[in-house]
């Protein structure tokens, strides 16, 4: 039999074999107690692509013609729930174009929604800054402005039709869509965009006889991309406008463009801020 110092000699000075399996047995315990409750995060931990349903819901039931009802998202449980999937999205899980376009553009347009509820306004020059570039969301665990987000991941894409799909909260804005972008349909529901805004004549008009166009001022401010994409503004105009006399004209750059004043003004009801 082993003597009470053996014993104690072998518990203190352990051999190799021994410590390897003293550390798996910890390294298990570690592992099999971790849990993770729904609806939190833990660290170095991240979600897959939202729920577009959510949002879908969501502008079904808060969006009519184009107007916000910004009180009923402000109740609305989806909308919190949309909002926090977006902090949560692991960036890698955004594979291809079609998944980023659809990703970047509801986020866009569910957080400036947000800056709304949050009692931020584009209404004034002070108001824009702090809307586009001040104001903060979580995105994909990284901290970025409305402003940055269209600059760093949807501009970077290289499609001018996000202009006609993210929406500022302003009324010379596209008017926003009550449904929200899938991967699978982005492309043709970015196509239905670009026409809808470019024909709407509250935004867009055009004097065959006089060959003046009256349009939006995205036209101006976006105008390098428009025209990287399309050779000029008047032959993008020409690929979404319904007219094929005004398409035509458009294609020969035989307007002259004179760009419009832009409405900041609410896109929608809200009764309360904060």
């Not at 939006?216 to 991309?225: G, H, L, M």
Request: hydrophobic residues 40%; proline residues 3%.
């Amino acid at each position: 039999m082993q003597s009470d110092s053996n014993r104690y000699h072998k518990l203190m000075n352990p051999n190799m074999n021994t410590l390897i399996r003293f550390r798996q047995l910890i390294l298990c315990a570690l592992i099999c107690t971790t849990v993770v409750f729904p609806g939190t995060a833990t660290a170095g931990i991240a979600a897959a692509i939202p729920d577009y349903d959510l949002l879908d819901g969501v502008l079904l039931r808060g969006v009519r013609n184009g107007f916000v009802d910004y009180d009923s998202i402000r109740q609305d449980p989806g909308f919190k729930k949309f909002v926090t999937q977006i902090k949560a999205t692991d960036e890698n899980s955004l594979q291809d174009i079609r998944e980023k376009l659809a990703f970047y553009i509801n986020a866009y347009n569910a957080l400036a929604i947000q800056g709304i509820l949050a009692g931020r306004s584009p209404d004034s020059a002070w108001g824009r800054f702090r809307f586009f570039r001040t104001t903060r969301y979580t995105v994909h665990g990284n901290r970025m402005s409305l402003s940055g987000l269209e600059k760093t991941y949807l501009k970077a894409i290289g499609d001018p039709r996000i202009h006609f799909a993210i929406v500022c909260a302003s009324i010379s804005c596209p008017r926003i869509s009550n449904r929200a972008y899938q991967a699978e349909t982005v492309d043709e529901d970015l196509n239905a965009a670009a026409a809808r805004f470019i024909n709407d004549p509250s935004r867009n008009s055009f004097d065959l006889g006089r060959k003046t166009a009256y349009v939006s001022k995205i036209f101006a401010w976006y105008q390098q991309e428009f025209e990287t994409s399309a050779g000029s503004v008047q032959a993008y105009l020409a690929k979404f406008i319904d007219d094929a006399e005004i398409a035509a004209a458009l294609e020969n750059d035989e307007f002259v463009l004179k760009f419009e004043k832009y409405d900041w003004s609410l896109n929608g009801s809200l009764s309360e801020t904060g």
